[in-house]
């Protein structure tokens, strides 16, 4: 099959396996450069096959020579189709590990589910015993709800009065006003159920209670909070009252891992082009103002130099930084004055005609593609090629 992007909106229905393979070999590469960090040595990443989970997963298996598990829920190629991004992702990564002697193998299905939990802690109990370190790195739509049945949706809106600002259509570059109104109070109770915490506890107490769990088992989910300019949209929106709720989470965690000694962790990440966060009305417009910024002053991160960080610099450096709340802090880079100062400054500016010189959009644009395996060097992209590939280690 020739491959080509094609796009519905803000997401790519296609993706090309080996532009996969080079985004995961490439970040691979970044954390095979930098100093190996003595860390865990099971980890299980739930969420493992694109953005922040698959950057975890490399992370862990490249940087620390950790075993891996990790779940997610991909489609393979089917007749006329390429398989999912995620999937060509997964593929490429178990073939590296394998090639680097790694353990490493994959479960593909609904997290959110009591059958993928439980099938996740047989091969835990089968091949490992304990578990070091679970990375929560959930990002979806929808889930149902495993005891109940009731199936839940996500939605990004404000809360309490509509908002209005500026977005732009990454695609073509242009800049036009946007109005979203404000949730129902169902709406917020939905997008809580979805992105919130109830699914992380009850991952960490059946693993738990499977007595799976290593003594001083840690346990990270990431979140966001981002500048004023984002806040209705974000922090003070329906994903941020999610966001609260997997913070309460955390520390019911942590007292449940009381007596083996171990700990949740919330780390407010930075803001990154994902498939997840293409759907945010004006953060696009707000990333790209960023990466200008922070490409300009040399402290642009991908999710991959956010992870190194993570590991080497947070959780498994000597002393461990957190914020007032005992939240761990990526952002610090993206939030600082003097990039928050220049951010806004632009903000009031910023329009269709002078996009491109004005904002990073070409990066926004080139990451977006390559999420789904598009614009890597060194591909011939009218070649044929194969797109039906096989996880290797699949459960
Ligand atoms: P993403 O869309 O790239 O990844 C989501 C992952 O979840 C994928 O591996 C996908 O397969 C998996 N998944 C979704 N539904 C599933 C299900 N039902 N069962 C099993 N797996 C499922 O998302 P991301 O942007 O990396 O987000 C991960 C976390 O990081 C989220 O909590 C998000 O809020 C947070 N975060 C993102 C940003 C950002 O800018 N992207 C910034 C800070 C924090």
Same mark, same amino acid.
């Given at each position: ?20 393979? /080079?985004? +995961?070999?490439? /970040?691979?590469?970044?954390? @095979?450069? @930098? ?23 490399? $992370? ?35 073939? %590296? ?19 993928? @939990? ?12 304990? =578990? ?31 908002? $209005? ?5 990454? &695609? ?18 939905? $997008? ?18 499977? #007595? ?5 088992? !840690? ?11 984002? &806040? ?7 994903? #941020? @009252? ?25 780390? =407010? ?28 002053? #040399?402290? &642009? %991160?991908?999710?991959?130099? /956010? ?21 761990? *802090? ?5 939030? *600082?004055?003097? +990039? ?16 491109? %010189?004005?904002?990073?959009?070409? #990066? ?14 060194? !591909? ?16």
């Amino acid at each position: 099959m020739i491959i080509k992007p094609k796009t519905r909106g803000f997401i790519c229905t296609t993706a090309h396996p080996e532009g996969c393979r /080079q985004n +995961v070999k490439e /970040q691979i590469n970044y954390i @095979k450069s @930098k100093e190996p960090i003595k860390g865990p040595k099971k980890v299980l990443v739930i969420g493992s096959s694109t953005g922040y989970g698959l950057a975890s997963r490399i $992370t862990a298996a490249f940087g620390c020579g950790a075993d891996t598990i990790g779940v997610f829920f991909e489609k393979p190629a089917e007749e006329k189709r390429t398989a999912t991004a995620g999937w060509y992702n997964m593929a490429a990564f178990e073939e %590296e590990a394998k090639k680097a002697g790694l353990y490493s193998k994959s479960i593909n299905g609904d997290a959110f589910s009591d059958e993928i @939990k439980e099938k996740t802690i047989e091969l835990i109990k089968k091949d490992w015993g304990k =578990v070091d370190l679970i990375i929560y790195s959930l990002a979806a739509p929808r889930r149902t709800h495993p005891k109940t049945g009731e199936v839940f949706n996500s939605v990004i809106k404000p809360i309490g009065q509509p908002y $209005t600002n500026k977005t732009v259509n990454f &695609h073509n570059g242009e800049v036009s006003e946007i109005t979203v109104d404000p949730a129902t109070e169902d709406e917020i109770r939905q $997008t809580v159920a979805v992105m919130g915490g109830e699914d992380w506890e009850m991952w960490i107490e059946a693993l738990k209670t499977a #007595g799976v769990l290593a003594e001083g088992a !840690i346990t990270v989910a990431f979140s966001y909070i981002g500048p004023e300019l984002t &806040h209705a949209v974000y922090k003070n929106g329906t994903i #941020g @009252k999610a966001k609260e709720h997997l913070e309460a989470s955390s520390k019911n965690i942590t007292k449940l891992l009381k007596d083996i000694g171990g700990k949740a962790y919330i780390s =407010v990440n930075k803001a990154l082009v994902t498939q997840s966060s293409s759907a945010i009305p004006v953060v696009p417009l707000y990333i790209s103002l960023l990466f200008k910024i922070m490409k300009e002053k #040399g402290i &642009h %991160e991908g999710c991959i130099e /956010q992870l190194y960080r993570l590991f080497a610099e947070r959780l498994y450096a000597d002393t461990l930084l957190l914020d007032e709340e005992g939240r761990i *802090r990526l952002d610090d880079f993206e939030m *600082r004055e003097d +990039v928050q100062n220049e951010v806004a400054r632009l903000w009031s500016t910023v329009n269709t005609e002078n996009i491109e %010189e004005t904002t990073d959009i070409k #990066g926004y644009r080139e990451d977006f593609f390559k999420l789904f395996g598009f614009g890597l060097p060194g !591909i011939n992209y009218d070649e044929e090629c194969n797109e039906k590939v096989d996880i290797p280690s699949l459960i």
